[in-house]
Nanobody, 120 residues
Framework: QVHLVESGGGLVQPGGSLRLSCGVS????????MGWHRQAPGKERELVAA???????NYADSVKGRFTIARDNTKNTVYLHMNSLKSEDTGVYYC??????????????WGQGTQVTVSS
């Protein structure tokens, strides 16, 4: 069984910083892309940041210059460093992993979600 274990959410004041972590529990043959989505109250889930196996990154326009995604392939972990947080960054953050097994079949895994609240 593969699970993604998230940590690092919480309450922070506007302008503050948080670091989210997402580690893979269990065995995956090959990890491809990793990333983070978020869902704000009353809104649809949206992609926040993604990183490919080659290290290429992609960010939502709303977080460019403030958030940084990074992955540690030795630990099968992806991080989201969030700086200059704004109230509109509030939401539940979900990590994901795109993976393949030895036959080339693709499997996608999602974390349970971690709450980020930006408020004074």
């Amino acid at each position: 069984q593969v699970h993604l274990v998230e940590s690092g959410g919480g309450l922070v004041q506007p302008g503050g910083s948080l670091r989210l972590s997402c580690g893979v529990s269990g065995t995956i043959f090959s990890i491809d892309g990793m990333g983070w989505h978020r869902q704000a109250p009353g809104k649809e889930r949206e992609l926040v940041a993604a990183v490919t196996s080659a290290g290429s990154t992609n960010y939502a326009d709303s977080v460019k210059g403030r958030f940084t995604i990074a992955r540690d392939n030795t630990k099968n972990t992806v991080y989201l460093h969030m700086n200059s947080l704004k109230s509109e960054d509030t939401g539940v953050y979900y990590c994901y992993v795109h993976s393949f097994d030895s036959s080339g079949a693709r499997y996608d895994y999602w974390g349970q979600g971690t709450q980020v609240t930006v408020s004074s």
